[in-house]
Each structure stands twice: as structure tokens, then as C-alpha cells.
Nanobody, 125 residues
Framework: EVQLVESGGGSVQAGGSLRLSCTAS????????MAWYRQASGNECERVST???????YYADSVKGRFTISRDNAKNTVTLQMNGLIPEDTAVYYC???????????????????WGQGTQVTVSS
């Protein structure tokens, strides 16, 4: 059974950093297409970053230069290092693993991927 468990969320002041981790079970992250999405209350879902099985990365314009996605094959985890946090980064962050034959899409927790339960990130000004 595929499971994704996020950790590392919390509250931080603007300018601070957080490191989100996504621990996978039931498959190996090495060779998988992984992503982080986020959804702020009342807002649309946003694809924050992706990491392909070939180590190609994508970052939303809103986080470029501040966030870094990476993979630790030994721990079977994917992390999102978030620096220079701003209040607009406040959201629930979801880890996702794309299902074979599907493409990344815009809706959080939709059927194109496996999803974690989400972790709250709150940035105060």
C-alpha cells in the first residue's frame, strides 16, 4: 500500500525557514515523480515544486529562489527546504507521488497522484 507522511510543518516568522519531509512507503522515491502542492484557506491549490525520476525540477514562480526540493533515496524521503518564508506561503502543504500514466494537474488530492495528509505551514509577519 502506498503511503506518504509529511512532517516538518509549523509556525515561523517572516524571513524564517522550515524543512518539510515526506516519508514514503509501499514504493521507492528513487525513480518516482514527486511533488509538493499547497492550498491556503479559501484559495486554489498550487503546485509548488516537482522532482522527476530523472532529477528534473520545477518551481512555481512564487517560490523560485527560496524553496528547494530534494530526494534522499536511503531514507526514502522527499524534502522541501523553504527559506525566506513570507506570509503568502501560509498553507497546508501536501506531498504527492504521480501515478503511472497520469500527468501533474492543478487540483490538490486528486486522482492523478497519491497524497499525504498534509502539514500546516503558518508564516506570521
Amino acid at each position: 500500500e502506498v503511503q506518504l507522511v509529511e512532517s516538518g510543518g509549523g509556525s515561523v516568522q517572516a524571513g524564517g525557514s522550515l524543512r518539510l519531509s515526506c516519508t514514503a512507503s509501499g514504493f521507492t522515491v528513487d525513480g518516482a515523480d514527486m511533488a509538493w502542492y499547497r492550498q491556503a484557506s479559501g484559495n486554489e491549490c498550487e503546485r509548488v515544486s516537482t522532482l522527476s525520476s530523472f532529477d528534473n525540477t520545477y518551481y512555481a514562480d512564487s517560490v523560485k529562489g527560496r524553496f528547494t526540493i530534494s530526494r534522499d533515496n536511503a531514507k526514502n524521503t522527499v524534502t522541501l527546504q523553504m527559506n525566506g518564508l513570507i506570509p503568502e506561503d501560509t498553507a497546508v502543504y501536501y506531498c504527492a507521488a504521480r501515478k503511472l500514466g497520469w500527468r501533474w494537474a492543478g487540483e490538490c488530492r486528486a486522482r492523478f497522484a497519491y497524497w499525504g495528509q498534509g502539514t500546516q505551514v503558518t508564516v506570521s509577519s
